[in-house]
């Protein structure tokens, strides 16, 4: 039955002037048995949907969505509602499952990570609607509210939901660790055992960080070889890098990498030894990442590069499509190191990687390099740009996405 309501809710949410009852070809009076006329009907309204959206122009497009995100919010929180009761009542028990977790899996069809995130919240809803209150408007979504829930006090609620509002999820594991503190791990390079399927060439290593036991001994941590332990045979991801916060000013830091990349971790540790006497994992990263980001902003920003304003560096601004130092330079900082594109509505890109520099009006049409007509993009807005500026068919071809045309003038065969 609840299925039906989220069912109908949905069809009206995308459809709103046209519900399933309204659909002369589904609107049947007399109700069909179940199963495949329903699902016959349920595909061809889909389908008549899609063609409907189609046709929509961009803006009713974007303001279509948007209230289908507010409904399946309003929809989300009352689902939480039902699962809260549902939980309280154990009716799992009479539908012959031993639990919530597995009525939701076995019988709703949630998968494993949503039964998980759902049941969590809905218990702490229970205690807590201002939790419902915040899915339902939209003010953080389903997964921060998870990683909230049980650092939400009656005390705190306002306060922390408030901050969060809005904010990605890696923002808000960043407040939860700011709210719960965790003890720094332990430091640790480990050889990972070798794996006779599709390893890489040489053994992997890790230099990897476990959840300490206990919080580790305050003296600066120590380069710890571990032995390698009981060789469960990691999956692939397993080996995902991660980056976690653990305090407000203090992350974890796991990856794997090549014993090339051991031996010049090594090596670093070696050379620095006088600065950097216990060898800190964390302190020599942070030296080596302030080299690499001088070096590459560097190059491909020309930054920190010695001023040179030579005659024939001018003449080239104009022929070749190297753009000069001091303009990639002046560019770079005028616009904050960050892509410039900014909507109707004046909101800019955040996006703060994969920059290009950008000539805004076409250098194949002007062949200038000048700083006031040059800004930085991202590689996505970069060729939005360009497709607005050269059309879409010929960036394409630039892209060679399409056969290239013939040039003018060569007739081949
Ligand atoms: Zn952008």
Not at 13 to 33: F, G, I, T
Not at 116 to 138: H, K, T
Not at 201 to 226: I, N
Request: with cysteine; hydrophobic share 35%; charged share 30%.
């Amino acid at each position: 039955m609840g299925h039906c309501a989220a069912g109908d809710a949905w069809r009206a949410a995308v459809s709103p002037k046209s519900s399933l009852r309204d659909n002369p070809r589904s609107s049947a009076h007399v109700r069909p048995p179940e199963s495949s006329e329903k699902h016959h009907a349920t595909t061809i309204h889909m389908m008549n949907s899609r063609t409907s959206v189609e046709s929509l122009s961009s803006f009713d497009l974007l303001s279509a969505t948007r209230e289908l995100v507010r409904k399946s919010r309003g929809l989300e929180a009352e689902l939480l509602v039902h699962l809260g009761e549902i939980d309280e009542r154990k009716l799992y028990l009479d539908r012959s499952f031993s639990s919530m977790f597995a009525f939701c899996v076995g019988e709703l069809g949630f998968s494993e990570d949503a039964a998980y995130n759902r049941i969590n919240l809905a218990r702490a809803a229970r205690g807590m609607p201002v939790l419902l209150e915040a899915l339902r408007s939209g003010q953080v979504h389903l997964a921060g509210l998870r990683l909230l829930a049980p650092h939400v006090t009656i005390e705190n609620q306002c306060k922390v939901l408030a901050e969060a509002a809005g904010k990605s999820k890696r923002k808000i594991e960043e407040l939860v660790a700011r709210l719960s503190p965790q003890p720094a791990v332990p430091t640790l390079v480990r050889k990972l055992p070798d794996r006779p399927t599709p390893a890489p060439e040489s053994p992997a290593f890790s230099f990897g960080t476990t959840q300490p036991v206990q919080p580790p001994p305050a003296s600066s941590p120590a380069l710890a070889l571990a032995p390698p332990p009981a060789p469960p045979s990691p999956r692939r991801d397993e080996r995902r890098a991660v980056i976690a916060p653990l305090a407000e000013e203090t992350f974890k830091f796991q990856f794997t990498g090549s014993r090339a990349c051991h031996d010049k971790l090594r090596q670093a540790q070696d050379l620095l030894r006088h600065r950097v006497p216990d060898g800190d994992l964390g302190t020599i990263f942070e030296k080596a990442l302030d080299l690499l980001i001088d070096q590459v902003k560097k190059e491909r920003f020309a930054t920190g590069r010695k001023a040179r304003h030579t005659p024939s560096e001018n003449l080239d601004e104009s022929c070749s499509r190297h753009i000069p130092d001091r303009i990639k330079r002046e560019v770079f900082e005028r616009d904050g190191g960050r892509c410039t594109f900014a909507d109707d509505r004046g909101r800019r890109c955040t996006e703060t990687g994969a920059l290009e520099f950008d000539h805004v009006d076409g250098f194949a049409r002007t062949h200038l390099h000048r700083a006031d007509r040059i800004r930085l993009l991202c590689r996505a807005h970069n060729q939005h740009a360009a497709e607005q500026l050269y059309g879409r068919a010929f960036m394409d071809r630039a892209r060679g996405l399409l056969e290239p045309l013939p040039r003018p003038g060569s007739h081949s065969g």
